[in-house]
């Protein structure tokens, strides 16, 4: 190797990687650091990799893309993995490996090194995405080529080399932040019966502390995209993080799952993703008016296998990008606007509306039955059992099984 590109954050690991690369390769470092929306100062974290002997470090500003093309495409689908996890960092890693290849790629890079251990998901989506997208780049992968065997040696090795570091052994979380989410894992949150400490959170309201009046919001969509809330037209940026907000001193977005990885490993994860959510509910709820029934119930198994796809790392794959497709079509007319109700965790649709909505009152009303045929009911039910019946007949009906048993 001739020059490598460090995906870089300044944390624990890949503070460690880069002073460790420095030792092994011998090589000139480019640290490169995705700005995904996390509230980290970059500034600092540029001035710390060039004294730990970065040549040089890359601050990338992926917000705008983040949102556009992994965010709002997920809500779109509905994607979330095993019916809990809203998929924050699943979304956020083939953006970064986009980026960090095309930064790469410009700087004369050879390899690409992350700080994904070997136990986790996101070697897998890192290495992916490279082998996708520029497999003549070479994957380093410290975590399962070096000496040290846990946090508790890396701590030993930060201190030894005299690197400053942002977590303590007090409170070694794993973290990921970006526009998106916050997840937690590892330290005490590895005993899934332990409850998640009281101060681990640094986004979301205690529900219990939350406001004590309810907050309503809309939220408008056109063709299955966020476009609005309140009736205020803002950039996807812009609404993500105004409805995040909103959304966050209600206390809303709070997860607590074990996950099964896809390399075998359950793990537990603490997450907190307040606007997603809340615009999750929303378009779902747009959907109920706009989609037409079989599409609705194909799409939602489409939703399970691509939520599955995104976890696992396959977002460039062929599949992936052909089940896109289906969602996009999927959306046109998903047009509309929807009212909820947001209280101390909670998060209720209480309205929704659309311009062209399959939902006709007059049909589904109790209190008129002239515009639907109820004799029709009969020979409908008649039909639908007849299968039923033969198979009764065949294999004995209840009234049989309860002459056998007296």
């Not at 994957?139 to 070096?146: D, F, G, K, L, T």
């Not at 907190?272 to 109920?288: D, R, W, Y």
């Not at 896109?324 to 929704?352: A, D, F, H, P």
Request: include cysteine; hydrophobic fraction near 40%.
């Amino acid at each position: 190797m001739n020059r490598i590109l460090l995906a870089y954050s300044g944390g624990l690991d890949t503070s460690c990687i880069l002073v460790w690369l420095k030792e092994k390769y011998k090589v000139p470092v480019i640290a490169y650091c995705a700005d995904v929306g996390q509230d980290d100062d970059f500034e600092a974290v540029s001035v710390k990799a060039l004294k730990a002997g970065a040549q040089k470090c890359i601050v990338d500003d992926l917000k705008q893309t983040f949102v556009t093309d992994y965010i709002f495409p997920a809500i779109k689908a509905n994607a979330i993995y095993e019916s809990v996890y809203l998929l924050g960092t699943s979304l956020a890693r083939p953006c970064i490996a986009s980026g960090m290849i095309t930064a790469a790629l410009k700087e004369g890079c050879d390899a690409i090194v992350h700080g994904a251990t070997g136990k986790g998901n996101d070697q897998v989506r890192f290495e992916l995405a490279v082998l996708a997208l520029a497999p003549q780049l070479k994957i380093v992968a410290p975590w399962r080529e070096w000496e040290f065997d846990g946090r508790e040696s890396l701590f030993q090795y930060a201190e030894k080399m005299g690197i400053p570091l942002p977590v303590t052994r007090e409170k070694p979380y794993s973290m990921d932040a970006n526009l998106m989410h916050i997840s937690y894992e590892g330290g005490t949150l590895e005993d899934p019966w332990a409850p998640p400490p009281d101060d681990i959170y640094l986004w979301t309201t205690n529900p219990e502390q939350a406001p004590d009046d309810p907050e309503f919001v809309t939220i408008d969509f056109v063709d299955g995209e966020p476009t609005a809330v309140n009736g205020q037209q803002m950039t996807p940026v812009k609404l993500l993080q105004t409805i995040n907000e909103i959304a966050a001193l209600h206390g809303v977005g709070r997860v607590d799952c074990v996950e099964n990885r896809y390399i075998g490993i359950k793990s537990r994860g603490v997450y907190e993703t307040p606007g997603v959510t809340v615009l999750n509910q929303a378009h779902k709820a747009v959907e109920s008016l706009t989609l037409d029934r079989e599409v609705a119930h194909l799409k939602e198994s489409i939703s399970q296998q691509i939520s599955t796809l995104i976890y696992n790392g396959y977002w460039f794959a062929p599949e992936c990008k052909l089940l896109w497709k289906l969602i996009e079509e999927s959306q046109i007319g998903v047009t509309g606007t929807v009212r909820l109700k947001l209280y101390k965790g909670n998060v209720m649709v209480v309205g929704r509306k659309a311009p062209v909505s399959l939902y006709d009152e007059k049909i589904s009303s109790f209190e008129n039955m002239s515009a639907f045929h109820a004799a029709d009911a009969g020979g409908f039910i008649n039909i639908s059992g007849l299968r039923l019946t033969a198979w009764s007949k065949k294999n004995g009906s209840l009234e049989k099984s309860i002459q056998t048993t007296v």
